[in-house]
């Protein structure tokens, strides 16, 4: 069965680093989509990407934060200066076009993200 | 921004019995629910989904029902296993958003016990 994979699993970085976070959406969905989960919190959503664009953004997704399509199979966020706060743990979700399962998205298995 | 609640935070149910998750919306413009399961150190895994037109959707063992005019849904477990146990999360999806964001509920942590 196709899945979301997701890369690295967890990743430690230095506050003030950058860091790129890896999704490998399933090869036939067009929509994208990054989420991230504090510890003990919600899911909250990030950003939709949909024709190598952003559809919508949240406020958490400032200019430290952008996404990026580089090829036909992977989808990247990058965070350009690390803070504290954004240590959490951040699912890619993609989803198909149209169809009955419109509204069904697809997470991968989350990066853990630690900013020391 | 408390759209989407689930109220209790933990649920345990006794193997073979009914669990009954429940969730409430604020946003009348919200208009496809859904419910994921997660597992520790794993992402959330689609369940089951109900379009606003609908009051319930049914799929083997899990069945959500939708009451729009009190703005709860639930989502019903019958009869749960141990496998069950993980946390629920309760999430809906706006008809204007193009993008379909999803907006999740704080999640309910189901404990099936043998």
């Known amino acids: 069965e196709p899945e979301v994979t997701q890369t690295p699993s967890h990743q430690v970085t230095q506050m003030g680093q950058e860091v790129i976070l890896r999704c490998v959406p399933i090869?036939?969905?067009?929509?994208f989509y990054w989420y991230r989960q504090i510890l003990g919190q919600k899911v909250e959503f990030l950003v939709s990407?949909?024709?190598?664009?952003?559809?919508?953004k949240s406020e958490i997704f400032d200019d430290q934060f952008s996404v990026e399509r580089p090829d036909g199979s992977n989808f990247t966020l990058k965070i350009r200066s690390t803070k504290l706060e954004d240590s959490a743990m951040y699912f890619c979700?993609?989803?198909?076009?149209?169809?009955?399962?419109?509204?069904?998205?697809?997470f991968g298995p989350g990066t853990r993200l630690t900013v020391t | 921004d408390q759209q989407v609640k689930q109220n209790s935070p933990s649920l345990s149910v006794q193997e073979g019995r009914i669990s009954i998750l429940n969730c409430d919306y604020t946003?009348?413009?919200?208009?496809?629910f859904l419910w994921y399961k997660k597992y520790p150190a794993e992402g959330p895994t689609f369940l089951i989904s109900?379009?606003?037109?609908?009051d319930k959707n049914e799929d083997g063992r899990f069945t959500v029902f939708l009451n729009k005019s009190a703005k709860h849904l639930s989502l019903h477990i019958v009869p749960s296993q141990p496998g069950d146990s993980a946390v629920y999360f309760c999430?809906?999806?706006?008809?204007?958003?193009?993008?379909?964001?999803?907006?999740f509920g704080q999640g309910t942590e189901l404990s099936v016990k043998p």
């Open positions: 979700a993609s989803k198909t076009p149209g169809g009955t399962l419109t509204y069904e998205q697809y």
């Open positions: 090869s036939n969905h067009l929509y």
């Open positions: 990407f949909y024709n190598n664009e952003i559809s919508e």
């Open positions: 946003n009348s413009m919200f208009d496809y």
């Open positions: 109900i379009s606003s037109i609908k």
């Open positions: 999430a809906a999806s706006p008809f204007y958003n193009q993008g379909g964001k999803l907006i």
